[in-house]
């Protein structure tokens, strides 16, 4: 038969290889691991995830084997599990972020842990079938999203992850599970009628079921062609008149993926990851560092920091609706406010975990910075990670103006988290629901992935 793009996404599932995986893939996807597992844990600590984890125990719980973020008594069944882990990786908006933007670790992860508690003994995939499974996830996704200029830039329609998530969470679950190339086939085409889920449902309590929803329904498209179940085989290809996987972007030209030979280059090979060093939206970590800049020039203009000096704050941004929300009411409005993550910098001198509190948010000298915002979009700052800068502009009482502006912060893919900042960041987060020497034993665990034995161990 003719190869199709969907065939060829197929093959490439069934085919690919752990000696596939370079150096450099392994230890970024690793990295990627860790910080996923980190801020699912404290994520387990959110309204949200509370939730979702009564829904879900009250739900049915008929094959309890998984294990639960930050609940080492509870188990769920495990489609349940990956949804319920899935929420609390996004609970706070601290997940990693790729380009073409997406959340890519919180949809395929969650998965791939329950999945490999729910497999008997017998078939327990190693730690290096686990690492294969979740770079076939993570490319699966970075494919696709690469068959759109839309997908390129901050969305507007679809939250990207429960879109593309769904499909890498059904391609990962289909490696770990060892499914035939049509197995593979019908898997992605039974996650595309399940996926998507619209922008409007941001910086509310309803974004981190995308995540969850994302890594639980591919997980589920998986066994469901494991059990024979069928789907279009052409659901990945641009069909006219009769949309596929095309239906959830306007603009969509698919390409084939190779089947791997002797080697293979995978996308995390040539574009890195951005991990987040403060729980909110990626676009606010390039106001943050802009303000923290212009807020240390202000220190030195004035000798500390003086609100009253300040006679207006100028904030250049990109054009993006649901990111420019000048005064936020709400933990997760406050996550996705360019104002709020800008002005919160200012005042404090940092962004972290207690920022965003009703105490915080609320506060009377916060809300006197944000009524001095100033928002201008220039026509350079294009609403895309990979080009967008932040610009801080005080304007002073005194005339003098004082300008802060990053166009790469640290954490961005082209200026990737060090090894120690890394695992400050998971230490941190995992050290509010576990002791110091799990933390350790899952530092070490991620580390030395490709040689454990039993991959549910993790």
Same mark, same amino acid.
């Given at each position: 038969?003719e190869e199709?793009?969907t065939s060829s996404?197929? +093959?490439f599932?069934h085919?690919?290889?752990?000696?596939h $995986?370079?150096?450099t893939v392994?230890?970024?996807?690793k990295?990627m691991i *860790?910080?996923?597992i980190?801020?699912?844990?404290?994520?387990?600590t959110?309204?949200v995830?509370?939730i979702?984890?009564q829904?879900?125990?009250?739900?049915?719980s008929?094959?309890?084997v998984?294990?639960?973020?930050?609940?080492?008594?509870?188990?769920?069944?495990p489609?349940?599990?990956a949804?319920?882990?899935?929420v609390?990786?996004h609970s706070? &908006?601290?997940?990693?972020?790729?380009?073409?933007a997406?959340?890519?670790?919180?949809?395929?992860? %969650?998965a791939?842990? !329950?999945?490999?508690q729910?497999l008997p003994? +017998?078939?327990? %995939?190693?730690?290096?079938?686990?690492?294969? /499974?979740?770079n076939?996830?993570?490319?699966v996704q970075?494919?696709l999203?690469h068959? +759109?200029s839309?997908?390129?830039?901050?969305?507007k329609?679809?939250h990207? %992850?429960s879109?593309?998530?769904?499909?890498?969470?059904?391609a990962?679950?289909a490696? *770990?599970?060892?499914l035939?190339?049509a197995?593979?086939a019908?898997a992605l085409?039974? /996650?595309?009628?399940?996926?998507?889920a619209?922008?409007?449902?941001?910086a509310t309590? !309803?974004?981190p079921?995308?995540i969850?929803?994302?890594t639980?329904?591919?997980?589920?498209?998986?066994l469901?062609?494991?059990?024979?179940?069928?789907a279009?085989?052409?659901i990945l &290809? &641009?069909?006219?008149?009769?949309?596929?996987?095309? !239906?959830?972007?306007?603009v969509y030209q698919p390409k084939?993926?190779?089947?791997p030979?002797?080697?293979?280059?995978?996308?995390?090979?040539?574009?890195?990851i951005a991990f987040?060093r403060?729980?909110a939206?990626l676009?606010?970590?390039?106001?943050?560092?802009a303000?923290?800049?212009v807020?240390n020039?202000? @220190?030195?203009?004035?000798?500390?920091f003086?609100? +009253? *000096?300040?006679?207006?704050?100028?904030?250049?941004?990109?054009?993006?609706?649901y990111?420019?929300r000048?005064f936020?009411?709400?933990e997760?409005?406050a996550r996705?406010?360019?104002?709020?993550? !800008?002005?919160?910098?200012?005042?404090?001198?940092?962004?972290? $975990?207690?920022s965003?509190?009703?105490?915080? @948010?609320?506060?009377?000298?916060?809300r006197?910075?944000l009524d001095?915002?100033?928002v201008?979009?220039p026509?350079d700052?294009?609403a895309n990670?990979?080009?967008?800068?932040?610009?801080?502009?005080l304007?002073l009482?005194s005339g003098?103006?004082?300008?802060?502006?990053?166009?790469t912060?640290y954490?961005?893919?082209? =200026?990737?988290?060090s090894k120690e900042?890394l $695992? =400050?960041k998971?230490?941190s987060?995992?050290?509010?629901v576990?002791?110091e020497?799990?933390i350790?034993?899952i530092i070490?665990?991620?580390?030395n992935?490709?040689?454990l034995s039993d991959g549910?161990?993790?």
């Open positions: 038969p199709t793009v996404f197929a +093959s599932i085919a690919v290889r752990p000696e $995986l370079s150096k392994r230890h970024r996807s990295r *860790l910080d996923s980190g801020v699912g844990l404290v994520g387990s959110t309204h995830f509370d979702a984890l829904y879900c125990r009250e739900l049915y008929s094959v309890a998984s294990s639960v973020y930050g609940k080492p008594g509870i188990k769920l069944s489609t349940l599990a949804f319920t882990n899935g609390a990786t706070m &908006d601290f997940d990693d972020t790729w380009h073409p997406t959340h890519p670790s919180g949809a395929v992860l %969650p791939l842990l !329950a999945a490999s729910m003994p +017998s078939t327990k %995939p190693n730690g290096m079938d686990f690492l294969l /499974a979740f076939v996830g993570l490319e970075g494919r999203m068959f +759109s839309e997908a390129h830039n901050i969305p329609r679809f990207p %992850p879109v593309v998530g769904t499909m890498g969470s059904a990962a679950t490696k *770990l599970l060892s035939s190339t197995q593979c019908h085409g039974i /996650a595309a009628s399940l996926a998507g619209p922008m409007a449902n941001a309590q !309803a974004k079921l995308h969850g929803n994302a639980r329904l591919g997980f589920e498209a998986a469901l062609a494991a059990r024979g179940m069928e279009n085989p052409l &290809d &641009d069909i006219p008149g009769c949309s596929g996987f095309s !239906a959830f972007y306007s084939p993926l190779s089947t030979s002797d080697h293979h280059e995978f996308l995390l090979e040539k574009q890195d987040k403060f729980p939206h676009g606010m970590h390039w106001v943050v560092d303000a923290l800049s807020r020039l202000f @220190i030195n203009y004035a000798g500390s003086s609100p +009253s *000096l300040i006679r207006t704050i100028v904030l250049k941004i990109p054009v993006s609706k990111i420019n000048p936020p009411s709400s997760h409005q996705h406010s360019f104002q709020f993550n !800008a002005c919160t910098a200012l005042l404090d001198g940092e962004v972290g $975990l207690s965003f509190t009703e105490s915080s @948010i609320h506060r009377q000298e916060l006197e910075l001095k915002v100033v201008e979009h026509e700052n294009v990670f990979d080009k967008m800068y932040g610009e801080v502009a304007l009482h003098d103006v004082l300008t802060g502006k990053c166009d912060f954490g961005h893919w082209r =200026k990737p988290l900042s $695992l =400050k998971f230490r987060n995992a050290s509010h576990l002791p020497e799990k350790e034993t070490s665990t991620v580390d992935l490709e040689n549910s161990q993790l």
